[in-house]
C-alpha cells in the first residue's frame, strides 16, 4: 500500500465526532490518572509560571524538590523580584538551563515594574515577558485563567503527531503549522487548563517516545498512526547532531586557607555563576599543560600561580559535548591583593562557597576541599 505524506492542515484536523469523543476520553482517563503534582494543588498563576519555565527540557521527578524549595524561599513575584540575582541562581543550581533562571528574576521584575506585581491576563503583555514563548505562555493562561489557548511542547507535539499520523518533522515551519492548527482544533470550551495538563500527562506517562504503550491508551481507538501501524515512525526522529570530546581543566588555586573563585561572564556557559578558573585544554604533555594552565590563569585573573599536582577527572555532558575535567591544585605567587581582585573574581574559605552559586561540577570540586569530604569522581549530566 502507498503512504501518502499529506501537508495541508486542514487534511490533519479531526471532525466534530472525533473531537467529542476525544475530549471525553481524555478528561475521564486524566480524573482517575493525572499526578498529584505540587504545582498542580494551586492555580496561583506564579506557580504555574515557575513550574513550566522549570519544566523546560526537565524531567518532572527533578523538578519537584526545586519547584517546592523555590517558591518556599520565593512565595510570590514579589518576593522573586526583590531577591538578588545570586540567589535565584543558588536555588536553582544543579537543575541547568541557568538562562531561565535569570529570565524569570528579569521577568519578575519586569511584572512588578509594568504590571504592579500582578501576573498578566493579556496573551500579548505575557509574551512580551522574557523567556516566555508561545507554549508557555498559553500553558500558564490556560491552567491558571481557563483561558482557551492552545500548547505545544515535546509530550503534546509527539501525542498529537501520532493521533492525526502527521508523519513529517513536527519541528520543521510545515508541522508546527499543522500542529498548532490541531490543538487549537482539540481544545474544548471550558476547563482549557485541566485539559492541556491532560495533553501533557498523557503524552509524557503513555504515548512515550519508544514503545507507547497503546492497549492501555484511552485513546487508542482515535489514533490514526495506531490504526496504520506507524507509532513507531510517528514523529520523525530528529537528526542527532554527533557528540563531541572535548578536555578541559579547573585550577584550584589556594592562599591563606582561600580558594580563587571567578565569575562567569555573559555570553559563555554557566553565565552568573561562580567557578574555579576552567580552560579548555590543548596540550597534551604534562609540562605543556602546566605552561598552558599557568598562562591562561594569569591572563583571566591577574593571579601567578605555583602548579601543583593533578587532584581529580570528573566526566560529564554539556549539550553537545562530552567533557573530561582534570582538575589541579595549585599556590598564589603573586597578583593583586584580595581587597582589589575585582568584581569577578573572589577568594573564599571552603565553606563559604556553599552560599554561591556553583555549576554541578564546580560543587563536587568545591565539596572536595571542605574537610573530611572525599573524592567526588563519578560523572555530571547537564
Known amino acids: 500500500m502507498t503512504r501518502i505524506l499529506r501537508t495541508d492542515a486542514e487534511d490533519f484536523l479531526p471532525d466534530a465526532t472525533w473531537r467529542r469523543g476525544f475530549r471525553r476520553r481524555l478528561a475521564a482517563w486524566f480524573a482517575r490518572s493525572a499526578r498529584d503534582l505540587p504545582w498542580r494543588r494551586t492555580r ?15 524531567q518532572v521527578a527533578t523538578v519537584k524538590p526545586y519547584f517546592e524549595r523555590f517558591v518556599r524561599a520565593f512565595p ?5 523580584a526583590a531577591a538578588d540575582e545570586q540567589q535565584v541562581l543558588r536555588l536553582w543550581e544543579g537543575l541547568g538551563y541557568y538562562r531561565r533562571a535569570r529570565q524569570l528574576h528579569e521577568a519578575a521584575r519586569a511584572i512588578v515594574a509594568e504590571h504592579g506585581g500582578r501576573f498578566p491576563r493579556d496573551r500579548e503583555a505575557v509574551r512580551r515577558l522574557p523567556g516566555i514563548g508561545r ?17 505545544l511542547e515535546a509530550n503534546s507535539i509527539r501525542l498529537l503527531a501520532r493521533l492525526v499520523a502527521y508523519r513529517g518533522d513536527p519541528a520543521s515551519g510545515e508541522g508546527g503549522r499543522i500542529l498548532w492548527a490541531v490543538a487549537e482544533a482539540v481544545l474544548p470550551r471550558t476547563n482549557v487548563g485541566a485539559f492541556n495538563q491532560a495533553l501533557m500527562e498523557l503524552g509524557s506517562m503513555v504515548c512515550v517516545p519508544k514503545a507507547p504503550q497503546c492497549e492501555t491508551c484511552p485513546v487508542a481507538v482515535l489514533c490514526r498512526a495506531r490504526a496504520a501501524g506507524l507509532q513507531a515512525e ?22 591563606d586557607g582561600r580558594v580563587l573563585v571567578v565569575q562567569r561572564p555573559e555570553g559563555q556557559r554557566w553565565a552568573g555563576l561562580w567557578d574555579f578558573p576552567r580552560f579548555e585544554v590543548h596540550a597534551h604533555d604534562p609540562a605543556a599543560i602546566e605552561r598552558e594552565l599557568v598562562e591562561a590563569v594569569e591572563r583571566l585573573t591577574g593571579v601567578a600561580i605555583r602548579f601543583g599536582g593533578h587532584r581529580t577527572t570528573l566526566r560529564h555532558g554539556v549539550t553537545r559535548f562530552r567533557i573530561t575535567l582534570d582538575a589541579y591544585d ?33 560543587r563536587k570540586l568545591a565539596r572536595l576541599l571542605v574537610p573530611d569530604r572525599g573524592d567526588p569522581g563519578g560523572s555530571a549530566q547537564h
Open 44 to 58: 496561583d498563576p506564579y506557580c504555574v509560571w515557575v513550574s513550566e519555565i522549570m519544566l523546560q527540557q526537565t
Open 76 to 80: 510570590t513575584i514579589e518576593a522573586l
Open 135 to 151: 507554549y508557555t505562555a498559553g500553558a500558564i493562561l490556560s491552567i491558571a485563567f481557563d483561558a482557551r489557548e492552545p500548547i
Open 234 to 255: 510517528i514523529p520523525a526522529a530528529k537528526a542527532k547532531r554527533p557528540s563531541e570530546a572535548r578536555r578541559e581543566a579547573a585550577v584550584l588555586v589556594r592562599r
Open 330 to 362: 595549585a599556590d598564589y605567587v603573586s597578583g593583586p591583593p584580595p581587597k582589589h581582585a575585582g568584581p569577578a573574581v573572589q577568594w573564599l574559605r571552603p565553606d563559604e562557597l556553599e552560599h554561591i552559586p556553583l555549576s554541578t561540577t564546580g
